[in-house]
């Protein structure tokens, strides 16, 4: 997950690089332009990406093809039959099978919500975590709590804090809150999305945290020579600068809501009424509990095929392929 | 842009490759170099199954049998695969109903009525043949029995001055008094589903007899059926009437909420599985101790059809013997099934944690235990018995199953109609 976030640190540091730019000044130029020497440089680098490729390609791929082929089978498990049924199933999740669509627009406004919800609070804390203050730093380890917490022990103590009888409304009794946080269809869909948060919000703080760690301090000193106050250095300066931050957070919050699991099914299991039963859940649900394992597959598939799409949308829509550096100027 | 991609489809396929790799989760089972071996769940009663299983061992090590345990839902999860792909057990543990006759109409476990003789003379008929199809054995009980009672907390019935239900007027009058002094009457883990479905049985067979769910079951009729019916209905005024306690809908039986509620007082009754006898005695003591804890049989409905003697739960958990398991390993578990189940240090053992075993001749041994109260009473139960229903979520298909949940859900959110919970399963079951 960090992957994505190494390349900004790397290429950050300046240090480094001010010695050899100092070196290859001195050396004499060349007539020509030194060759970009294809071979050379893609030798070694295409065999240390053999590993990955290959457990990339047994652990992604040869189950993506493998699901891709039991949507297209009837295997009764005990029975130990396998048959092949072509589209059939198929049909029946995007048709026959009405709640296919329902968990599609749980799973929208799961992942819209969670989004809301998230990015504006991690970039908010991220920012506010970067300042140099003993306290911050302080601080910053108790944000970062929640996400060394297990899905399951997160999930049982959320229960027992919405427990209508003896949870915080129970205890707070004097406050006007609602005790069916997680029994009223109407409410559970936000308190998943709170907790979801809670967890993720710390992961993604951090990351904005080392953004904003990056903005060179000139950049500030110059705004305020200008005059320019806080609230506008935020919103010209460090906006700007964390439009790969930014970028690499969202697609890991939208992606990540869309294929979200464990903490919804520990926390509700789906009820009450299925109001929070989103597609991974219900892909669960439908193979492991259902035994439909053809079903399953296709729900499966169709998540695929959404967080593929979700991802290339955004790096369209960011339009990754135009950039060249955040450095120049803001 | 490569690397996103590769991200993406990483994170994307991690649904996919965790549905496989639990697919693959059976073949690790083990053959335990040529031993019989069994799968057992944690928690619960289960601690006694492994003792007993090492005591056989030390009996009998030429036919060991090796025991692995396993938390019940991955269990459920596992052992339909395990059993498909020949990779089962040696001995399978189920709760009879769909899943032990999907296994037999699919030739996956061997009858067992010739080795079992003694055992059948020694086991309450109502649970034996639960393990029994087309007159042939192919499951035999392997634990306590499992009846649904009534349990109530005495303290809040002195308070408003009433005695105890027995017949469903008695019911609707003390919804009505529990209610004026802010009492909730039953408690109710409705967040769970599956404690409702206790209540939708006992209606259904009270109202209309067992012969009505064995209807939709084994003849295949419609879930239309005037007893359901009543008994859904009924189920939503009680939530609608102050029946259950207001959230029942937010209450969770994974932590024992519904039963905290009883030994706080905040309701009076709760209907739950003689599971939760030992749950109150070990979580709630003072309230366990306090003499006001009773537990009674669910009352009986006047107008009603059912004999008032009819009980539903877990009649208890059975073994089968896997068909594709090595003859000889085959040989060590039904030397297992027919010597030693229910030796007396088992039983001995179950009875010390207040769970019965399901066989005739225990009242006197029940005498003396800690438990003995509440032993006799559910022994009385289970004996008396005109008929032991087993669990419809372990009586349906197991494909039936989550449909069967899914929709009683909907019906305590008050989200269909009884007739909508009728048609839906109608389409899904037949």
């Known amino acids: 997950m960090t992957e994505t976030a190494a390349p900004r640190s790397t290429d950050a540091p300046e240090s480094p690089q001010g010695p050899k730019v100092a070196d290859e000044a001195k050396r004499p130029r060349p007539t020509t332009p030194p060759k970009k020497s294809g071979i050379h440089r893609q030798g070694p680098s295409f065999l240390m990406a053999v590993p990955a490729v ?22 009764q498990t005990v029975r130990g039959t ?87 409304s129970a205890a707070l009794s004097w406050l006007p809150l609602p005790n069916d946080w997680l029994s009223n269809p109407n409410l559970v869909m936000f308190v998943m999305v709170f907790v979801v948060g809670w967890c993720f ?30 609230v506008r250095q935020f919103f010209s300066i460090t906006l700007p600068q964390l439009r790969y931050t930014f970028i690499t957070s969202s697609t890991l ?27 991974p859940l219900d892909m669960y649900i439908e193979g492991f509990s259902s035994h439909n394992l053809g079903n ?26 135009k950039m060249q550096s955040d450095k120049a100027g803001a | ?42 928690g619960g009663g289960w601690p006694q199954i492994e003792e007993d299983f090492e005591r056989w061992n030390d009996e009998s090590p030429e036919q060991a049998i090796d025991v692995e345990a396993y938390e019940n839902d991955a269990y459920k999860e596992q052992i339909r695969t395990a059993v498909g792909a020949g990779e089962a057990p040696t001995l399978i543990m189920s709760w009879t109903g769909g899943a032990l006759l999907e296994y037999v109409e699919s030739d996956r476990v061997i009858p067992l009525t010739e080795h079992t003789g003694e055992l059948e003379d020694r086991v309450h008929e109502a649970v034996w043949q639960n393990g029994v199809i087309d007159d042939e054995t192919y499951a035999v009980p392997l634990n306590d029995v499992q009846p649904v009672v009534m349990y109530y907390n005495q303290e809040v019935f002195d308070e408003v001055g009433l005695d105890i239900p027995e017949t469903w007027s008695d019911v609707e009058e003390a919804i009505e008094v529990f209610n004026d002094n802010d009492i909730a009457p039953f408690s109710l883990a409705g967040g769970s589903t599956w404690p409702a479905l206790m209540w939708l049985q006992y209606l259904t067979d009270r109202h209309g007899g067992e012969e009505q769910f064995a209807g939709v079951i084994e003849d295949g009729e419609s879930w239309s059926n005037e007893s359901i019916l009543f008994a859904l209905e009924t189920i939503q005024e009680l939530g609608e009437n102050g029946g259950f306690i207001d959230t029942y809908n937010g209450i969770s039986a994974a932590q024992n909420e519904d039963a905290q509620l009883l030994a706080d007082g905040q309701a009076a009754m709760l209907l739950q599985g003689s599971w939760v006898y030992a749950t109150i005695n070990m979580d709630f003591p003072e309230f366990a101790e306090s003499g006001d804890f009773g537990f009674t049989t669910f009352p009986e409905l006047e107008e009603g059809q059912g004999d008032p003697s009819n009980i539903v739960g877990n009649p208890a958990n059975y073994w089968s013997v896997s068909a594709d398991a090595p003859e000889e390993e085959q040989e060590d578990a039904i030397a297992y099934l027919s010597e030693h189940l229910y030796n007396d240090e088992a039983v001995d053992a179950m009875l010390d944690a207040g769970s019965l075993p399901p066989l ?69 079951t037949s």
Not at chain 2, 25 to 34: E, K, L, M, R, T
Request: aromatic share 10%; with cysteine; net charge negative.
């Open chain 1, 82 to 168: 396998v048959e092949w049924v072509g589209t059939s199933n198929w049909e029946t999740v995007l048709s026959d099978r009405s709640f296919t669509w329902r968990a599609l627009e749980l799973t929208v406004y799961f992942v819209v919500g969670s989004y809301l919800f998230q990015m504006p609070t991690a970039l908010l804390l991220g920012v506010f975590m970067a300042g140099a203050q003993k306290y911050r730093a302080l601080l910053s380890v108790l944000y970062f709590l929640p996400l060394l917490f297990s899905s399951v022990a997160v999930g049982l103590t959320f229960q027992s804090l919405f427990s209508p009888n003896y949870g915080i």
């Open chain 2, 1 to 42: 842009m490569a690397r996103k991609h590769s991200l993406t489809a990483g994170i994307s396929g991690l649904s996919i490759t965790s549905l496989v790799a639990l697919t693959a989760c059976g073949d690790d089972s083990g053959d335990g170099g040529g031993d019989a071996n069994a799968w057992v769940l944690t």
């Open chain 1, 54 to 75: 290959a457990l990339f390609g047994l652990f992604a791929l040869v189950p993506l093809f493998g699901v891709i082929a039991i949507s297209f089978l009837d295997w």
């Open chain 1, 201 to 230: 919000i710390p992961f993604h703080a951090l990351l904005y945290q080392a953004g904003v760690r990056q903005i060179p301090q000139t950049m500030y000193e110059a705004a305020t020579l200008d005059g320019a106050g806080r």
């Open chain 2, 360 to 428: 005739n001749d225990i009242s006197d041994r029940i005498e003396g235990t800690e438990a003995e109260d509440f032993l006799t009473f559910a022994d009385e139960l289970v004996a008396e018995a005109n008929h032991f229903q087993l669990s419809w979520d372990q009586a349906v298909m197991p494909e039936h199953e989550q449909v069967l949940m899914d929709n009683l859900s909907e019906i305590l959110s008050g989200n269909i109609t009884p007739e909508e919970f009728a048609e839906n399963m109608d389409s899904a």
């Open chain 1, 253 to 279: 919050m939208l992606v990540g809501s869309l294929t979200y699991f464990d903490l919804i099914y520990v926390l509700t299991g789906g009820s009450p009424a299925n109001a929070v039963r989103i597609l």
């Open chain 1, 296 to 321: 399953a597959s296709v729900i499966a598939v169709i998540l695929v095929a959404i967080g593929l799409a979700l991802s290339l949308l955004l790096n369209v829509l960011s339009g990754s392929t």
